[in-house]
Structure formats: C-alpha cells, structure tokens
C-alpha cells in the first residue's frame, strides 16, 4: 500500500492559464448523457529534449502508455497514429503544430510531450491540445525517477479528464475483494488500471467485506481469524489491525460516515441479525433496526440522511430506505424476488444492487425515490456486489461462471464494460477505494 500513496519528488507548472472568465464560463462535456460520443483523441510520439545516443523505447512508450490509459476511462477514441498526417519531428507548442493535419484525420484532441532523462532523473512534458481551436489546454512539467514513469502518465490522465470534464480521473483508486484460491479466502486490492495485485491479509481464516473509509486510512472486514466472524479495522498507514466487534454469532461491516469516525454494522447479538452505528474509537453502538426478520448490507446516502439496507421482513430480501437514525423505513425494490447488496452512488440519486433475473443475478440500478430500475448487465453468470467508484462514473461487480469467477468495470450506464481481474480462484465483493493520494 505504501508504493501507491508516496507522492512523486516532482515539480508541476501550468504552461497556460485560462482567465478568469474562461475558467468560470467554462463548460465540461458531460460524458454521462445518453447522446455523449467518445473524444477522437490522437497521441503522438513523445521527443527526447536534448540529441541522446540511445533514447530507448520513450518516445512510443510514452504514446502507448497514454493511449492505453484513456481507453480504459472509456471516454476515448484513440486514432491509429498510422493514419498521421503532420511531420513526425514537429514541435510540441502550438506554434508548430499544424493543427489541419490533425482535423483531417479527425481528431478533436491531440496531446504531444517530450522528455529528457540521465537515468537518475527523468524529466517530463505533457500537453493537451483542442485541434478544433487550435489552442493548449493544458500542460503540465514532471520531475522524477525513471521508474516514475507510469505515475507521471496517470497523473496527465487525470488532468485531461478534468480539462475536459471537470472530474479527474480515477487513477489513484484501488479495488479490494476477496480472493480465494488453495487457502481460505483472503482480501487482495489492484489498481483501477489493473495493475499491482498484492494480499492485504493472510490470516489462513476466512476474510471477507472489506470496507474502505473515506478518508482512506482504513479498511474493516470480518475474519474468523479467532474462530467467530469479527470486525476488524486494518490500519493501512501502519499496517496494525485491531478487533472492533466479536460478539457472539455474526459480525459484518456496513459502510462508513463522510468523517470516517462511524461504521454501520450488521450484527446477531440480540438474537437475529439487525443494524448498528458503530463509533469506531469509543465502540458505542446506537441500534437502528427491531425488526424480527434479517436486516443486513447497510449503506449510507452522501449527505448521511438515509441508509439503504436489506431485509426480508416482507418474505422475499429486498432493499428498503430509511432515515438515519433508523425512522421512516420505506420498502425500495418491487420488482423481483430477490434483490441484495445495495450501493448507493456517491452523486445521491441512485442506488445500485443485484437482482435475481431467470435464475442469474444481474446489476441493477435504481432512482433512490423508487420507480422502474434500469438493468445493466445481460449476459450469462452472475453479477453480484456492484460498488461505486467515489467520482460516481463507474461500477465495479464481480461474475461468476460455474466455479470460476471475474472482476468487471463497466461506465454508469453499463457501457464500456472490461475485466479488471481474473484468475484461476474465486475472486468476488468488490469495493471501491477512495482517491488515495
């Protein structure tokens, strides 16, 4: 976890500010409307600053490791550099740039970049340009180690996301889920790119529901590391774990307040599963459920005023609302006859859930006020534990096909869909971290 959150020894200028009136009229693509067509972006080869003997493989590095990362977002349409047009030892300024060459071809935007390197020091440039304008965007200088590299791109992604959508991107985000191979079920985290695969536990005990907080630091989960499903909290910056609910019977973690101080729990001890907020430094628990059915699988809207949950109260689990402090409890899902595992999307209005389709669980979401849900996923398996990434773009879900299993990421609308893990194990309950920078 360490290597992710070190921030780069770097240095950052802005090669061209927008004025102030252009900065406050400015308006983003939205790239969440049903009519929105991916950017055609074109990304030319990077050029070594000063003559070099042996400038390696940067110069298409570089333009590879870009282009791959904006098709990921699924926001992008990156033109086959076969099809260039423009002198391929033009500068990097707009000045020297002819940008017919660039709107012959198609494209809208164009990044160029260059770099210098002593093997100790790789210096980069990155700039984004509007062809249709022909004017800069945005640019941006990075100071680092060689092996920096790839922190300088996704650094540059997410800029141009936010030049062109005002979001950055979601590069600085993980995934964890739960793995499980030979051994007993473990939690595991990747990159949103799909890099970096590494185990956060290892306790040779059943792990499960990890939880990230918010502010990033944590992450809860149940073990029975000690023979009892229990609530632990992982300290990612020291790698301690302390044990925060082992009561009899079962302990599972729910999802966490704004300020990471509260966590909302399901838990057996008064005899049938029900609702807690828990305070996580003083361990008081305030009961928000009485109820003789199973309540389970709370969340928290954005603004804390309703938690979504789970519950069979009605014969069938479906998913209810209610207020925070447990009041006004409304049933949500009529539809189906079993819907689970509710998520609700950082941007407040909708929740997202799985639900039983012909035999096979698929994602669902739905407006958190009720009405018809929008189905997202078709295809054979099941879909099972949609969560939000924290910009409210994207879900991550995992599949499951006979014994085998997958990590999926799909755009909000269920478009763009793509593997984001998969092995020879059962790998299932996804969670979307927070920006971890």
Do not use: C
């Not at 099809?83 to 494209?107: C, K, N, Y």
């Not at 609302?321 to 950082?346: C, E, F, H, K």
């Not at 209005?349 to 698929?362: H, K, M, P, T």
């Not at 499951?400 to 990421?409: F, H, K, L």
Request: proline content about 5%; cysteine-free; aromatic content about 12%.
């Amino acid at each position: 976890m360490h290597d992710l959150r070190r921030p780069l020894i770097l240095t950052l200028f802005l090669f061209l500010l927008l004025s102030a009136g252009q900065v406050y009229g400015k308006v983003y693509i939205d790239i969440g409307s049903p009519s929105f067509q991916k950017f055609p972006i074109a990304i030319a080869d990077f050029k070594p600053f000063r003559p070099v003997a042996d400038k390696g493989d940067l110069p298409v590095w570089f333009s590879d490791t870009l282009s791959r990362n904006l098709t990921i977002t699924g926001y992008f349409n990156v033109l086959d550099r076969r099809a260039f047009l423009e002198d391929p030892q033009a500068g990097i300024t707009a000045e020297g740039i002819r940008f017919e060459d660039w709107t012959v071809i198609g494209a809208e935007y164009l990044v160029k970049g260059g770099f210098h390197t002593d093997g100790r020091e790789l210096v980069t440039e990155f700039r984004l340009f509007d062809v249709v304008r022909g004017e800069l965007l945005v640019g941006k200088r990075y100071t680092g180690r060689p092996e920096d590299r790839n922190r300088m791109v996704m650094q540059f992604v997410n800029e141009i996301l936010l030049s062109l959508t005002g979001e950055a991107g979601l590069f600085d985000t993980q995934v964890a889920f739960v793995r499980k191979g030979d051994a007993p079920a473990d939690i595991y985290a990747i990159n949103f790119d799909g890099s970096d695969l590494r185990r956060i536990t290892n306790y040779n005990a059943l792990t499960l529901a990890p939880r990230w907080s918010p502010d990033g630091r944590f992450l809860a989960f149940t073990s029975y590391r000690d023979g009892n499903p229990d609530i632990y909290l992982l300290d990612l910056r020291n790698n301690s774990t302390r044990k925060i609910a082992f009561y009899p019977g079962l302990n599972l973690p729910g999802s966490w307040s704004q300020d990471s101080a509260r966590l909302l729990v399901t838990l057996s001890r008064d005899g049938n599963q029900e609702i807690y907020d828990m305070n996580v430094g003083s361990l008081l628990l305030q009961r928000l459920t009485r109820d003789f059915s199973i309540d389970v699988s709370p969340v928290r809207s954005s603004d804390e005023k309703r938690i979504a949950f789970v519950s069979n109260r009605n014969g069938s689990p479906q998913i209810y609302i209610m207020d925070a402090d447990g009041g006004s409890v409304r049933r949500l899902t009529d539809q189906g006859n079993y819907n689970t595992s509710p998520a609700w999307s950082p941007k407040g209005n909708r929740i997202a859930y799985e639900g039983s389709v012909n035999g096979r669980f698929q994602i669902f979401t739905i407006d958190a006020e009720g009405g018809d849900p929008q189905q997202l996923t078709f295809e054979g398996g099941d879909h099972e534990s949609p969560s939000w990434s924290p910009d409210g773009r994207y879900l991550v879900y995992s599949v499951r096909v006979g014994g085998r299993s997958r990590i999926e990421i799909m755009n909000a609308g269920g478009q763009n869909v793509r593997v984001l893990y998969q092995g020879n194990d059962v790998s299932q309950s996804p969670v979307w971290s927070p920006r971890l920078r």
